[in-house]
């Protein structure tokens, strides 16, 4: 039975993204985000969503830089730290001794410790409301070499990663079991096995 | 041991939205879209990410509307086929059997058979190139009274949706264990258990 519910902005499920940016003084400073997701293929494009009140917005509006880093579930503590609290109030890098690697492509850290990271230069920032939504152009990827599959990309069951189970949950959750393949499962659809 | 590599859009883990429409002859046509994700709180706001080339791209343009339904992992062949196959050349619909639902809220079908879905009009269109960025205003969310918890919040854990596991294994997954709560288990970065 459906039920209409009020209006909840509940993405099952949600990423989890930790951006990285320097502040004017070069301090490194990570914020773990729920809102945003990729943009566009060409270019490559990846949207994060923030509130003014955080120093990542300060930083993003001043560098015009970020990196957007994919955790690995063992660093679930970590990454709720880090969306907990605001960089204006401590060095989170520091309590969380993370180690924020300067980006070859982007003025920027990477979270050395994570798998894989996107490095990002803004290209536009869309005022909405509650969150500035800030639409990154992916000049660089950064990975770990045993997070990669045989054709050097980021295979899903090396990295490991998290996601948040939203509202109705409050969670983070790891990656279960594989269903089927992409671009393929849906031929059964029309030829259905025997 | 960390690699540069070229910029690719590869968020992991990556959603798997159903972007429900209706053409100008009333047809509901539906789109399995990975590119976007929640935009902003307060207004409630989750962008889709489309190619011009596609039926969605116009029905959006035309009908200010759209849903974005969660699939669960059941359905992971029809929700492959949804993203394989054109609305321009085939009934997406009638050939999966799943029922498209007139939304009350919003000119734009449901996914009767999906657990969650999202109500959105069109607040905004932004060109990124490859891709047009629709951001929607969620304005009312439907679900199966079975996949609510007890706040009548949808529960990832009964949803049971999937999620693309990106270029890198170019597969569907399942969500898998709870790892911690959020906005809680970053407590212990401060205060380690004993």
Redesign the interface.
């Known amino acids: ?15 989890v ?1 930790v951006v990285g940016t320097y502040g004017l003084s070069g301090n490194p400073n990570m914020l773990t985000v ?14 994060v ?1 923030l509130r003014k009140a955080t120093l990542s917005y300060n930083n993003i509006k001043q560098s015009k830089a970020f990196t ?1 880093n ?1 955790p690995s ?1 063992t660093y ?10 605001s960089g204006k109030e401590c060095d989170k890098f520091g ?2 001794r993370l180690t924020p ?1 300067r980006s ?2 982007v003025n920027a850290p ?1 979270v ?1 410790e994570f798998p ?1 990271a ?2 990002c230069k803004l290209v ?1 920032a ?1 005022e ?4 500035t ?1 800030f ?1 990154g ?10 997070s ?2 045989k ?7 090396k ?1 490991r ?30 030829q259905p096995r025997k």
Request: some cysteine; aromatic content about 8%.
């Open positions: 039975m459906k039920r209409s519910l009020s209006p909840q902005t509940i993405l099952l499920p949600s990423p993204m729920a809102w945003g997701g990729i943009a566009s293929s060409k270019p490559p494009c990846i949207s969503s957007v994919i579930e679930y503590k970590e990454v709720d730290f880090a969306g907990m609290v309590i969380t690697v070859k492509k990477i050395g894989v996107l490095e536009q869309v909405l409301g509650s969150h939504m639409i152009e992916i000049v660089g990827l950064v990975a770990d070499g045993d990669l599959n054709y050097q990309l980021p295979d899903i069951e990295v990663p998290l996601f948040w189970g939203s509202f109705g949950s409050m969670a983070y959750y790891g990656i279960g079991t594989k269903l089927g393949n992409a671009f393929s499962a849906g031929n059964e659809i029309l």
